[in-house]
């Protein structure tokens, strides 16, 4: 990486062994060269699909409970078929973990699509073969100097829209609006774009959601225009657990550009530190909240994936 080149929240060390892993596809297990959908595919016509985020632990998929409610939701919600049920994705994922020989620090992208179209065109009844479902498995570290020197955000023109529009907490295929933000922002020159509200609040990143720290509270989002986040949620239900004040709330540029301390939350990164906004330095550098709160998601990680449910 050259100094120029903007930090992502999702860098991971480089890998030799993922330039030969092998990805699901619909059943088959194949070396990623062979990995193939159709591009008659509803996914890479439309974008219409949805996929999951997950990290493999000593084996165990973290918070799988969590990710497959926000999957077959969504799939409910537009009425895609997933074809399978929880069972079904949590065979799928052990087969293609086992095919790689991966047991930890490994991320899966779980992307299901409305399937292969007999016409180029959108209406979903064209979608006539069933789910494509593809799952690839990554070797994956996030860099260390990420977490040492944190990332720099930028406000973006680019909002969050409203539900009615394109729901927020659709993990879509078409991921649009957040490439342009994340676009706006690399042009702005920082690493990833903080993207407001319809009204102007402050709402979450392009990519991660987002958190601040202001006099020991811990503030976030109502959660009304943002990725319903599986960490966004542990980190929430773990500080009203440990006695951090925390609150979902509106609140404003203003605020954030004189926190404490702020962070982004996701499930590669979990806790992500925000070094500054918009050129403005965040706090003095010192991040004992996130610390606290780093060590005991950690902690969670540990016992979520020492539980059998999720074996
Ligand atoms: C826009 C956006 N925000 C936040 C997140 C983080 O969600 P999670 O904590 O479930 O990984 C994601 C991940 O998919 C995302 O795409």
Same mark, same amino acid.
């Given at each position: 990486m050259t100094q120029d080149t903007p930090l992502t929240t999702h860098d991971s060390d480089e890998d030799?062994?993922?330039? $030969?892993i092998k990805i699901y596809v619909n059943g088959d297990i194949v070396h990623r060269d062979d990995a193939k959908v159709s591009v008659y595919d509803s996914g890479f016509m439309l974008g219409d699909g949805m996929w999951e985020g997950m990290r493999l632990y000593d084996g165990v998929w973290a918070f799988f409970d969590e990710h497959m409610d926000r999957l077959f939701n969504s799939c409910k919600a537009v009425s895609l $078929?997933? @074809? %399978? $049920?929880k069972a079904g994705i949590l065979d799928a994922l052990t087969q293609t973990a086992k095919a790689n020989g991966m047991t930890t620090d490994v991320h899966c992208r779980l992307m299901l699509t409305r399937g292969v179209k007999v016409? *180029?065109?959108?209406? *979903?009844?064209?979608?006539?073969?069933g789910p494509t479902l593809v799952i690839i498995m990554e070797h994956s570290k996030p860099v260390d100097g990420l977490h040492k020197k944190g990332i720099r955000l930028a406000t973006v023109p680019q909002v969050r829209g409203l539900p009615m529009s394109q729901d927020a907490k659709y993990n879509s295929h078409s991921k649009l609006n957040c490439v342009v933000a994340c676009l706006q922002a690399e042009q702005a020159g920082a690493d990833e774009g903080l993207m407001l509200d319809p009204h102007g609040f402050v709402n979450t990143t392009n990519a991660c959601n987002f958190f601040i720290v202001r006099r020991g509270e811990v503030w976030t989002s109502t959660?009304?225009?943002? %990725?319903? @986040?599986v960490t966004r949620q542990k980190v929430i239900d773990l500080c009203r657990a440990n006695g951090i004040p925390v609150f979902e709330k509106n609140y404003s540029l203003y605020e954030a550009y004189g926190a404490d301390e702020a962070f982004l939350t996701g499930t590669f990164g979990a806790q992500t530190p925000v070094a500054e906004i918009d050129g403005k330095p965040i706090g003095? @550098? $010192?991040r004992p909240v996130m610390a606290k709160i780093q060590a005991i998601y950690k902690q969670l990680i540990q016992e979520n994936t020492a539980s059998p449910a999720s074996h």
């Open positions: 030799v062994r993922n330039r $030969d $078929d997933v @074809g %399978m $049920d016409k *180029p065109f959108q209406h *979903p009844s064209l979608s006539r073969t959660g009304d225009y943002c %990725m319903n @986040g003095t @550098g $010192d």
